[in-house]
């Protein structure tokens, strides 16, 4: 018999939901998981020209924003907000790194669901990302396999979910392995945090 170690890294910011990308058990007998988070800020996004609100594609212009889908903002101006929007929170939804569009909701970020307005408003449009509020990192299993797309793959919680309230990491130690692929999966209610995982496991 031959034994080897297998190592696997995988890394992802999220806003919202992230499920990290599963790494294969093959003839693997037990496993640990190194997950580390980080909790970033990103910094306000100033609007300072009606040439950075595009109202015909419900879209915002911003060079490096550095906002994921599904963060938390709020809204305010220096002048008037486009006609259609409120001084409150809305959702990121992430075009690019330069451009992005807001949702009512979490759910609707997430779906793609964008907040219409029927003009550019004038004055400094200022979106403010909020600070971290709940988040839940999880490490998950299953026997399907993720790959392939006709088949629905049902994941399987391993251990205790742990709470994140700031930067810091957790070890998952399995000792046995019954499982095919695993990942760790990240959910936050505000704020953005980067989540990465490191599998390091012996086998056969």
């Known amino acids: 018999m031959r034994v080897y170690n297998k190592s696997a890294y995988d890394s992802a910011t999220f806003a919202y939901t992230s499920n990290g990308t599963a ?7 037990g496993f640990s998981v190194q997950a580390q988070w980080v909790v970033t800020t990103a910094s306000n996004a100033v609007l300072a020209s009606a040439t950075d609100v595009v109202h015909g594609s419900e879209t915002f212009l911003k060079t490096a924003h550095g906002f994921y889908t ?4 709020a809204l305010t101006t220096s002048g008037v907000l486009p006609t259609g929007l409120s001084a409150t929170d809305y959702y990121v939804i992430r075009v690019t790194a330069a451009t992005f569009q807001i949702a009512s909701s979490q759910a609707n970020a997430a779906a ?5 307005f029927s003009d550019n408003g004038t ?7 909020a600070a971290l509020g709940t988040c839940t990192v999880k490490l998950q299993a299953t026997n399907d396999n993720p790959s392939d797309a006709s088949v629905t793959t049902v994941w399987t919680d391993l251990a205790s979910p742990q709470t994140v ?3 810091g990491n957790y070890l998952w130690n399995v000792a046995d ?27 056969v």
């Open 165 to 167: 309230t700031a930067t």
């Open 177 to 203: 392995c019954f499982y095919s692929y695993v990942r760790i999966t990240g959910t936050t209610n505000a704020g953005q945090v980067v989540m990465s995982a490191k599998l390091n496991a012996k086998g």
């Open 112 to 116: 793609g669901t964008a907040v219409t």
């Open 23 to 29: 790494m294969s058990l093959e003839s693997i007998f």
């Open 123 to 129: 004055g400094n449009q200022t979106f403010t990302p």
């Open 70 to 73: 599904g963060l938390k903002v």
